[in-house]
């Protein structure tokens, strides 16, 4: 293709083309390259997955996933956004102490990985929606509370003092100064977070061995030996993923565009 | 003595104050110690017993989890199960940091790139977890099977810090490299090797905790013989709250601890290259 043709397609066009071949190219090798040479048992042919995905689409069974999976994390990620918040909240304007105290409870749950409270939760409340809501809630907090931490942190105390040398109470403080002041590192925190609680609610579901949600899929998939149910149900985690992704940055841009009026987000500190 | 009195004053209290413990320090680490034994006893208190709030078949009193984990670290076992899980973790890393080396080289190909991208961007939003029910029917019920998914976790941290790496390479530097006569190799050894540490140190401060985290999962989902995973799991299954609970207290002060020596060592790092990041 001639300089002249990539000019005619244009950018937007050109990666089309890109993703298309690329595609092409990941497929041709996955049914000529990898199925030939490996085990019918774990790997399945494109063809065989999408026949799969078809089958599981009509019968309603990967929406029925896809609804279970999404709603563990969605609920998971509002408790842990109301929580992250308030903890943020209070270690940042409540006294010194407050923060002194929490501050190391916060950063330690951030460290700990989040999914040896799964055997515990089960002993506790069994395999349930609550269990799974908690454990994803736990994986989201700690990340929402220290970004928007950062966020309240580095507000402008002089323009703080201004706004209340005018008569302004914690109401005008908190919707004029803070709450614009830390979109920025909350969007930041929502990004990070909303993917991490799909992989947590997945994780959860194959650890508690469930047969419902992707995870449960998984499972159901894994102890049949069924490698195109496994394939199928992996592809739609990750068209689920990557749309999650693609919608939190959607989201994100949108949100800078309404607090700080441009596209790349600048904070006017 | 005499060291202070011939020194400036400023310079005096800035050594008397390195000496002498910050009493608002004492205060924080004191009200954190209560603070702590104030939740254990509450802990302890409402912990087991008739009409308890907190199931003692879940979760152990305060008082058994010490003895438990006294218990364990006594006889060696729970330091041979972290062993297992280093060991794996290793050899996770060992795998995956030339495979994302490899890869980020080729994708700074301009083909590599306009080929390679979309796929990787693919792959990157696979759900990782999900990996491990491929790899149970690829490995079995094996210590491979967490390996494959650690690396493969920990794979793509590293990808996108080598490729950042590399596209941050000042080309001034390599070019004029090359007309001094350097070779590939030695152009590969005596800057881009160099230039790349930072980003390689951001990556195994990521890296580092995040395969820890799967590897647990890993032995959670896959009991193999060994593991501080394995162990929780053993111990949940045969309903024994508090040995469970001192491994998962055990998981969390490891990962609590890899993750404070990795910021140390990053920070130190960072200072000593000039940027002087602190923690």
Redesign the interface.
């Known amino acids: 293709m001639n300089p002249r043709s990539w000019q005619v397609l244009g950018h937007g066009g050109a990666e089309v083309l890109r993703w298309v071949v690329s595609l092409g190219l990941l497929l041709a090798v996955w049914q000529w390259l990898l199925v030939p040479h490996t085990s019918s048992v774990f790997v399945a042919a494109p063809s065989a997955v999408w026949r799969e995905l078809g089958s599981m689409t009509s019968d309603g069974s990967l929406w029925s996933a896809v609804g279970t999976t999404l709603s563990e994390a969605l609920v998971g990620f509002a408790i842990g956004l109301g929580v992250g918040l308030v903890l943020a909240l209070a270690i940042g304007l409540m006294t010194p102490l407050v923060g002194k105290l929490l501050e190391p409870v916060v950063t330690g749950v951030y460290t700990s990985p989040k999914f040896v409270l799964a055997p515990i939760l089960f002993i506790w409340f069994g395999d349930g929606f609550g269990p799974r809501v908690i454990v994803v809630a736990a994986d989201v907090f700690p990340v929402i509370a220290i970004y928007a931490l950062g966020g309240i942190r580095t507000v402008n105390t002089d323009v703080v003092l201004a706004l209340r040398l005018y008569g302004g109470g914690w109401r005008h403080v908190t919707g004029k100064v803070l709450v614009p002041h830390i979109s920025g590192d909350l969007i930041t925190a929502v990004t990070v977070a909303l993917p991490r609680a799909i992989t947590i609610a997945i994780g959860v579901e194959i650890l508690f061995g469930t047969t419902t949600g992707i995870g449960g899929l998984l499972n159901t998939d894994t102890d049949l030996f069924s490698a195109p149910g496994v394939w199928a149900t992996l592809v739609a985690g990750t068209v689920i993923s990557a749309l999650c992704i693609a919608l939190t940055q959607v989201i994100g841009a949108a949100t800078r565009r309404h607090f700080f009026g441009d596209q790349a987000g600048g904070r006017n500190r | 003595m005499t060291d202070t009195l011939i020194s400036s004053p400023a310079a005096a209290r800035r050594r008397a104050a390195r000496w002498q413990p910050d009493a608002r320090w004492q205060n ?1 680490v004191v ?2 110690i209560l ?1 702590a034994a104030l939740l254990l006893s509450l802990w302890q208190a409402y912990s087991g017993g008739k009409g308890a709030v907190i ?1 003692e ?3 152990s009193k305060p008082s058994e989890i010490a003895s438990s984990l006294g218990h364990l670290i006594a006889n060696g076992g729970i330091f041979g199960a972290l062993g297992s899980t280093l060991a794996a973790l290793a050899l996770a890393l060992v795998i995956s940091i030339p495979f994302a080396a490899a890869l980020a080289l080729l994708t700074m190909t301009r083909a590599g790139e ?6 990787v961007t ?1 792959l990157y ?10 790899f ?3 490995a079995g019920f094996s210590t491979k099977t967490h390996v494959l998914l650690v690396a493969t976790t920990v794979m793509f941290v590293y990808y996108y810090s080598f490729q950042q790496g590399l596209r941050d390479l000042d080309q001034r530097v390599v070019r004029s490299l090359r007309l001094f006569g350097a070779s590939a190799p030695q152009i590969g050894y005596l800057y881009v090797l160099r230039a790349i540490v930072p980003n390689v140190v951001v990556a195994t401060r990521v890296a580092i ?1 995040m395969a ?2 799967f590897e ?2 890993a032995e ?2 896959v009991p193999t013989a060994s593991g501080l ?1 394995v162990m ?2 053993q111990y ?2 045969n ?1 024994q ?1 508090g040995p ?2 001192a491994v ?1 207290v055990f ?2 002060v490891v ?2 601890v890899i ?1 404070a020596l990795l910021g140390y060592w990053a920070a130190r790092y960072a200072k000593s290259i000039g940027v002087g990041v602190t923690r």
């Open positions: 924080v009200t954190r603070f199931p078949v879940a979760l306009w080929i390679l991208g979309p796929i693919i939003a696979v759900p990782k977890v999900g990996l491990i029910t491929v149970i029917l690829m905790p820890f985290g647990v999962f959670l989902r995973g929780l799991n949940t299954q309903l709250p469970a609970m998962l998981i969390i990962a609590c993750d």
